[in-house]
């Protein structure tokens, strides 16, 4: 199974005083296998889930779902 990193979508959301990320796949928006990452910023939220997605996409055994 070949899995690209443009297979792959972050979303971004505001919670509070915080910020959370998720990488999505195909016309989903829900996080891929329930992952959320959270960051201070919103730029620190998209960074982890950016780093996520390329683990998904260099091992694709990652994904469970």
């Known amino acids: 199974m070949t899995t690209d990193r443009k297979d ?19 016309a989903s928006d829900k996080p891929l296998d329930s992952v959320i990452l959270v960051g201070q910023t ?13 683990k998904l996409a260099a091992d694709p055994m990652l994904i469970r779902s």
Do not use: L, M, N, P
Not at 9 to 26: F, L, M, P
């Open 8 to 26: 792959f979508d972050i979303k971004t959301e505001s919670r509070g005083a915080h910020w959370i990320a998720w990488v999505t796949r195909g």
């Open 42 to 54: 919103r730029d620190e939220a998209e960074s982890r889930a950016c780093t996520w997605a390329d």
